[in-house]
């Protein structure tokens, strides 16, 4: 297992990707310790309402969640690389001739997303605490802080969902195949897009107000942690049962390794 | 003793101290910095954002356990003998070491409010949980929500587990008995916490002794919940279940906290605040354990010294 997982590290350059990964969190550190109170002091204040607000925060607090989606926009990337390399060296075939089963090259796919993703969603959390510790402490900004680590949570869980439907796809139909598919979904996703906001009613997005969400949240916040407890155990429990229907599937598979 | 042993030992006591001094001065500094910056609040007068930001500290054992391997020349294998046990196996029934890290914390948790009723360290409120503005029905959610957290946000206790479990332990346990290295092990883990403990991170400030009873009531903590965390890492050959306890713990997993309102402030007496409920439980699945401990198969390849003559093999 931990050799498949090194050659499959190698095949989604996790070498370079880790070292985004480093410099986007020095980048983080950096930016919010020079535009940080202790360093800008009167100079990053604004007066709003008659309300003396700290400027810079509210600018540097959306890094996480920016950062966040960025590397999670690389996830499906990595997903496909990692079935895409194995088919295009005809590495299944030399793995055919060691000791590997099936089951195990199908476990090492799942694995490795899993732990990608674990590793992603901790980096969030650091981010934005990071973020959060140095700022200006407003209970607005405690708000705006706890609805970025929701939302990474919603994000994470949702991409362990996607790596759930796409990973047995990719394993048994082939990464080429999977690639149109999932090119023509963001195409028609893309045009639904542009077709709203030509013709569709963006009024909603401006009536979009964060006092009444986080007066929303406060109302439900049982269903939310209900939801924030739920979703991550019952995408596992999907993730474990997608494991085991591809490693099911993959071994009744004939001509793995010449492909 | 033999030659070889007695360098060997020499090799591990220079790397532990090499570890400590990694461990404890970058972390200690950086709690003496966040404290600084925040005009030397104690942890109650803190927002929950910088006190998460002063936790980060928390990641300080295990990145002094890479700093430690890279001055000391070990490596840093992920799993095998002398490795960092970052791997994960479930054969041979060490599942039931990994549920066991999933549920111990419940369980103690339960138990510690249940014996604070019992000695009188707390009191049943059955509105208590009222006071933080909950809704009733998520105090039922508290041991799901924790161990949700616990196993998805691990990577903060794993800061610490993959420090002390992952390399400080086993050193002690090659250097002095089980016994003697438990003790130290649970002291200086205590000690590591002392900077944040002296703010009252972990009893609060309203108590007898502040905060050197604290640091010894830590201390203490520390050692029983040493057992069974090492207890977890020697019989699955992995830090992650320690991680996962952990982290399972310090979320809180007990209904009782929405009902039980502890005893706090003047009122508390010396021997309440040092036996709390929770420290007798946690006492009594440490003592269990310590029982068990030779009759439970340990995956003894992770800890074993890889030798030069190994090497050569």
Same mark, same amino acid.
Request: charge should be neutral; proline fraction near 4%; glycine fraction near 8%.
């Given at each position: 297992?931990?050799?498949? +997982? ?93 000791p ?100 569709? %009613? ?58 | 003793?033999?030659p ?53 500290g ?44 999933i ?12 014996? %604070? ?20 029905r ?6 799901l ?42 002291v200086i883990?205590? +000690? ?39 207890? +977890? ?47 007798i ?5 440490a003592a ?26």
């Open positions: 297992m931990k050799g498949l +997982l090194y050659k499959d590290f190698v095949a989604i350059r996790g070498k370079r990707f880790c070292a985004i990964l480093l410099v986007l969190t020095a980048v983080m550190f950096l930016t919010r310790i020079i535009f940080s109170d202790f360093v800008l002091g009167n100079a990053g204040y604004v007066t709003i309402d008659e309300e003396r607000v700290f400027l810079p925060d509210y600018i540097v607090l959306y890094f996480p969640a920016f950062f966040s989606f960025l590397v999670a926009g690389f996830f499906p990337k990595y997903l496909m690389e990692s079935v895409r390399c194995d088919e295009q060296s005809r590495r299944r075939g030399y793995l055919a001739s060691l590997v089963s099936k089951r195990e090259y199908v476990a090492s796919k799942y694995v490795l997303m899993g732990i990608l993703l674990y590793v992603l969603y901790s980096l969030s959390m650091v981010w934005s605490i990071c973020v959060g510790g140095l700022a200006v402490q407003t209970d607005r900004i405690r708000d705006v802080i706890h609805l970025i680590e929701y939302m990474s949570l919603v994000l994470f869980v949702f991409l362990l969902f996607a790596a759930a439907i796409e990973l047995p796809l990719l394993l048994l139909l082939g990464a080429e195949k999977v690639h149109m598919v999932e090119v023509g979904f963001f195409l028609t996703l893309g045009l639904l897009v542009t077709w709203y906001a030509l013709f569709g %009613d963006l009024d909603i997005i401006s009536r979009l107000d964060f006092d009444r969400i986080m007066d929303a949240a406060e109302r439900h916040s049982f269903e939310l942690m209900a939801i924030g407890t739920g979703s991550p155990i019952l995408v596992l429990v999907l993730y474990y049962l997608s494991f085991r229907l591809t490693a099911a599937l993959y071994e009744r598979k004939e001509d793995v390794y010449g492909s | 003793m033999a070889e042993k007695n360098a060997s030992r020499k090799e591990d006591l220079k790397r532990l101290l090499i570890y400590l001094l990694f461990a404890f001065v970058p972390v200690w500094l950086w709690f003496l910095a966040i404290r600084a910056l925040t005009g030397g609040q104690l942890w109650n007068d803190m927002s929950d954002m910088v006190q998460s930001l002063m936790a980060l928390m990641l300080g054992p295990v990145l002094a356990h890479v700093a430690t391997r890279l001055v000391t020349k070990e490596g840093c294998p992920l799993t095998g003998r002398d490795s960092m046990m970052l791997g994960i196996d479930l054969k041979n029934r060490k599942w039931i070491i990994f549920l066991l890290a549920f111990l914390p419940w369980l103690y948790s339960e138990m510690g409010n249940a014996l %604070d009723l019992l000695l009188g360290n707390g009191v049943f409120d059955p509105e208590y949980y009222l006071e933080y503005g909950m809704d009733k998520t105090v039922f959610l508290f041991p929500a924790a161990i949700t957290s616990g196993v998805i946000a691990s990577f903060a206790a794993f800061g610490e587990e993959g420090g002390w479990r992952g390399y400080m332990m086993p050193r002690l346990l090659r250097l002095m008995g089980r016994t003697p290295a438990l003790i130290l092990g649970g883990w205590g +000690l590591w916490h002392a900077p944040l403990t002296a703010i009252g991170h972990n009893f609060g400030t309203d108590y007898p002794g502040f905060p050197w009873l604290g640091i010894l009531k830590m201390c203490i903590l520390c050692i029983f919940l040493g057992v069974i965390l090492t207890f +977890l890492t020697e019989k699955s050959g992995s830090v992650w279940p320690a991680a996962i306890l952990h982290a399972v713990g310090n979320a809180g997993p007990s209904i009782l906290n929405g009902f039980v309102r502890p005893e706090e402030g003047a009122e508390q007496g010396l021997f309440s605040f040092l036996f709390s409920g929770r420290l439980s946690i006492l009594l699945i269990v354990l310590l029982i068990l401990w030779n009759r439970v198969p340990d995956a003894k390849e992770a800890s074993k010294p890889v030798r030069e003559t190994d090497r050569a093999a």
